[in-house]
């Protein structure tokens, strides 16, 4: 069973219009769950962690919140540089040295 | 600024070749990951090491080993590559405990032919 489960696989928005990728997960005793962003033939870039229900953390266009089930990424007026893959992780269940379990990530297209 | 480097943007190797991926991170970290990204499948852990000399297998081992003789480098080692490990390779470094996020290199594409 996955552990974590990303929506929609893929998003095309046009410029300015604000949408929201879901990252649902259900490892118990969560700690933390991490946000990157990944260009094509590129590694995935750090974006955000979040410990705690009720956090939020922002940067310019994006805003990641976490509740005890799920944790969503805003998109507010996206441009077209925002287009990327975005990806969301857990640490690992009962895994060693803090390795992450990756969801199979959201393909956000953006279109001027 | 931090830096996880993989020795490698583009690599075609023949299928039986012994292949080396290289990695180094100049952030004195002490866990240190290698994973593989395929479309559909997303990314997956194959071996990480939290100490020098240390090595965890990770979810997807078989195929591949992993050294690690000194602290800043991590090599992955495909001992006899296969066409299906054609894929994009991965490296990531952090420290132990929260709040200490994975960095990652800029991936290795890597083609067996």
């Known amino acids: 069973e996955d552990q974590v489960t990303q929506s929609p696989e893929a998003l095309r928005l046009q410029e300015g219009e604000s949408s929201s990728l879901n990252c649902s997960y259900t490892?118990?005793?969560?700690?933390?769950l991490f946000w990157y962003r990944q260009d094509p033939g590129k590694g995935p870039e750090f974006l955000f962690t979040?410990?705690?229900a009720g956090e939020e953390k922002e940067k310019e266009r994006l805003k990641a919140t976490l509740t005890k089930k799920e944790s969503f990424l805003h998109i507010t007026a996206p441009k077209p540089e925002d287009s990327a893959t975005y990806l969301c992780?857990?640490?690992?269940?009962?895994?060693?040295?803090?390795?992450?379990?990756f969801g199979k990530g959201t393909h956000l297209i953006i279109q001027p | 600024d931090v830096k996880v480097t993989q020795s490698s943007r583009y690599l075609v190797k023949r299928t039986g070749e012994k292949v080396f991926l290289e990695c180094v991170q100049d952030?004195?970290?002490?866990?240190m990951f290698w994973y593989r990204q395929d479309p559909g499948l997303g990314l997956r852990l194959i071996y990480f090491s939290y100490d020098v000399k240390m090595k965890e297998k990770g979810d997807i081992p078989e195929g591949y080993s992993v050294s690690r003789e000194k602290k800043e480098r991590f090599s992955l080692i495909l001992e006899s590559a296969s066409t299906n490990q054609t894929s994009m390779y991965l490296c990531?470094?952090?420290?132990?405990?929260?709040?200490?996020?994975?960095?990652f290199g800029q991936g290795t594409r890597l083609t067996v032919v």
């Open positions: 992780a857990v640490p690992t269940p009962g895994g060693g040295a803090d390795g992450l379990t």
């Open positions: 952030m004195d970290h002490e866990n």
């Open positions: 979040l410990y705690s």
């Open positions: 490892v118990s005793g969560l700690r933390g």
């Open positions: 990531a470094s952090n420290n132990r405990g929260q709040g200490v996020d994975p960095f």
